[in-house]
């Protein structure tokens, strides 16, 4: 009987959590924010408890199953609208390289070591240091990286990578690393005929000259 209940016990949380992890949206275990993975664990240790003592009604794990995930659902659609709480949750970029050079003071915050980063970039086919321009380290601890242009190359070699605009805020962090101010970049959506900066879901620069902008909803 033990077995069967068990068994049981089993199909049922699985398609539960299933249901769950499936509810709370599409994102790659490597791309899970400090937030998901938390709440997955405890989800897991839920389940698995659940499971173990069959004494113990079910309605005791499922609970706050239910609690854990409606949080962690009620965040990230508040996160969507809200960029401080977006990166409080899931955390910012770090730029380990910029331009061709190291941030040490940067590395020490993040708790990242040479071996770290050569290893990282070995895993994105980098040899050699010395061919890096930009070197980011995501909310999910993968290393973004951008090679530097070949001497002699005509192509525009662009500034740090970062949105100047995101979901109708401008980013004010990321204009002051290419040296500019707000007053800059609404001249120059003005220019491009954006006046109303909330319309636009992302702006960032494409080439010297140039902005990628992409507006909110547009089909």
Known sequence: MDYMTIMLRTIFIYFIILFVLRFMGKREIGQLSVLDFVVSIMIAELAVVSIENIEVPMMYSI???????????????ISLKNNDLRKLIDGKPSVLINEGKID??????????????????????????????????EPSGKLSVIEKREEGSDEFTPRLPLPLILDGQIQNEHLEQINQTQLWLRQQMRKLGYRDIKKISYCALKDRDTFFVDLKDER
């Not at 609970?63 to 659609?77: D, E, G, M, N, R």
Request: charged share 25%; proline share 2%.
């Open 104 to 137: 040490e003071g940067e590395m020490r915050k993040q708790r990242y070591n040479f071996d770290d980063l050569l290893v990282q970039l070995r895993q994105n086919k980098i040899s050699k240091l010395s061919d890096v321009e930009f070197a980011i380290l």
């Open 63 to 77: 609970i706050p199953i239910v609690i854990l995930s409606t949080i962690q659902i009620v965040l990230a659609l």
